[in-house]
């Protein structure tokens, strides 16, 4: 099955060290230039003999009649050439943790001259983004280009080659019984949105997942994910918008959190932090608790801060649906508690209908002028055209013990995009700490597989769980120290730390490291002055 990607033909490809923007990018492709330190045979496009398959013709209309198919001139016009013919060609698709530490992996290990790989790095995005502390963009803790920083400074000291792309169709070549650890054929072609052809010897499935909004009717159109930098700036300008239009008004503003897991209980603490008194936070689960797979440390240490922050929760909760309050009628005949937090009636806030997750609860509705989802998410997997690429219902490949796409001998999948079990039987969660360690095996494997060495079973190795609370709180719960929870400023620090370590690169933590530095310093004397201040008006 065809799934169109929402990015226009025209959507641009960006080399790594190339500046990102539109047409301009795509022009470059056809007009090689020579300031990369790669040289220019890496972006030069020529004529490579192909397997006969039909090619997605960008901008063709896919709606009516069969796919277009291009001329072999055409095809070959379109198709990257590597630098040499020699080297493993190796894709790796998703520049997220699975992706890009996948690439930095390989990148650092030792290999003979012939063997190095040739690494193309593959995202539609022109940042990496460490998800994990997307939260402190709202509180204003950290700036973009500490979490957030461009590919082409992350890979500008390496040989990985970074495009700006989508990804459209994937044809794959290495059926099983394929001999995997030589270079006897190519394993598959990866067909980008842009019309680009890549051929590969390897390729690294790391596409992750998005939010899934479209849970319940009304969820898509009022309701805002948060799970990429996009999600960041949107929610970030809807609170300044209503921090605005509340302004010296006694009329809350009040934000609903759908879900009550990691991500929402993060998110319910950092905006009511950012809101004060001005607002009111509202928080709803489906399970009689928050954090229903954390540790117990963790778990009380969020409730005495949502607690404390006056945060309401709707536990044993679902959301049906959610309209705006001008379309919302209830009936004489519906048993409902209407709870609008005091707000005065708005014909543009929101109504979120809440129906028991479990018996002994009443239906009720909520009023609120911005709803934040937290709940489902989708691997991106399913959005490329595959040639018997196992997958489970949810959308994920099923791979082996060493990370390989079952039957693909020439393909990993990792995080988001791999459905992998524990040694129980369990499934993988999709944390970045998951797709740490994936990436680590992912590289080592993909060395024993070029140099015809055994590879290695993974093995998860869970190190503990942290979680934000605010800009001095937090909660660290170490997998290696039974019963302790760092809490408080100290568990903050700890948090912080431990997500500095994980950082990219050395370059990259080092820039980081030191305006935190400077930003603490900063806060220290602006502490310092104020409680000098008080002291001084008191005498």
Avoid at 87 to 102: A, D, K, M, Q, S
Avoid at 177 to 206: P, Q
Avoid at 208 to 224: N, T
Avoid at 392 to 410: F, M, N, W
Wanted: with cysteine; hydrophobic share 40%; charged share 20%.
């Amino acid at each position: 099955m065809l799934v169109h990607a929402t990015l226009p033909a025209s959507a641009s490809l960006t080399p790594f060290n190339g500046t990102s923007g539109g047409a301009r990018q795509w022009g470059k492709l056809f007009f090689p230039v020579s300031r990369t330190k790669f040289g220019t045979n890496s972006f030069l496009f020529g004529e490579i003999p192909r397997r006969g398959s039909p090619i997605i013709v960008p901008g063709a209309s896919q709606s009516n009649g069969p796919v277009g198919e291009v001329s072999e001139d055409e095809r070959a016009r379109r198709t990257y050439v590597w630098s040499n013919d020699k080297n493993p060609r190796v894709c790796i698709l998703g520049g997220g943790f699975g992706g890009l530490y996948t690439a930095l992996r390989l990148e650092s290990l030792e290999w003979a001259r012939d063997k190095k790989p040739q690494i193309l790095l593959f995202d539609q995005s022109e940042r990496f983004v460490f998800k994990p502390m997307l939260y402190e963009l709202l509180s204003g803790e950290v700036d973009v280009w500490e979490i957030a920083p461009r590919f082409s400074d992350l890979l500008g000291n390496t040989s990985v080659q970074f495009f700006q792309d989508r990804v459209k169709l994937l044809h794959t070549y290495d059926y099983e019984g394929m001999n995997a650890s030589t270079r006897s054929g190519c394993g598959g072609a990866v067909h980008l949105e842009s019309g680009l052809i890549v051929e590969y010897d390897w390729l690294v499935l790391a596409l992750g997942a998005a939010g899934k909004v479209d849970l319940v009717p009304g969820a898509a159109e009022f309701a805002l994910p948060f799970s990429t930098l996009e999600d960041a700036y949107m929610v970030e300008k809807r609170l300044r918008e209503l921090e605005r239009k509340y302004f010296g008004k006694d009329t809350p503003i009040v934000v609903a959190v759908v879900g009550c897991g990691y991500a929402g209980v993060e998110l319910a603490a950092t905006v009511s932090e950012r809101l004060k008194d001005k607002g009111v936070v509202h928080a709803i689960g489906r399970d009689a608790t928050i954090l229903p797979t954390a540790p117990p440390g963790n778990t009380e240490a969020a409730l005495k801060v949502l607690s404390s922050r006056k945060i309401q929760l709707s536990l044993g909760y679902s959301v049906r649906s959610i309209k705006r309050a001008s379309e919302y009628k209830t009936s004489d005949s519906d048993a409902r508690t209407t709870n609008n937090l005091g707000a005065a009636q708005d014909p543009d806030r929101l109504v979120l209908e809440l129906w028991p997750f479990e018996g002994g609860l009443q239906v009720q509705t909520l009023d609120a002028d911005l709803v934040l989802w937290t709940v489902g998410s989708k691997p991106l997997l399913p959005q490329i055209e595959r040639n018997w690429l196992p997958l489970i219902e949810q959308g994920q490949a099923e791979t082996d013990e060493t990370l390989r796409v079952k039957g693909h001998p020439r393909i990993f999948a990792i995080g988001d995009s791999s459905a992998l079990r524990d040694s129980s039987g369990r499934r993988l969660p999709a944390t970045a700490q998951v797709a740490f360690q994936q990436a680590d095996f992912t590289g080592w494997n993909l060395w024993a597989a070029i140099n015809n060495r055994r590879l290695l079973p993974f093995r998860f190795q869970n190190l503990g769980e942290m979680m934000t609370l605010g800009r001095s709180d937090a909660a660290v719960t170490p997998s290696f120290l039974e019963g302790l929870t760092l809490e408080g400023p100290v568990g903050h620090t700890a948090r912080k730390i431990a997500y500095l370590a994980r950082l990219p690169t050395d370059e990259h933590r080092l820039k980081v490291g030191i305006s935190w530095l400077m930003k603490s310093a900063v806060d220290s004397v602006a502490s310092l002055q104020s409680t000098l201040a008080k002291v001084l008006s008191r005498l």
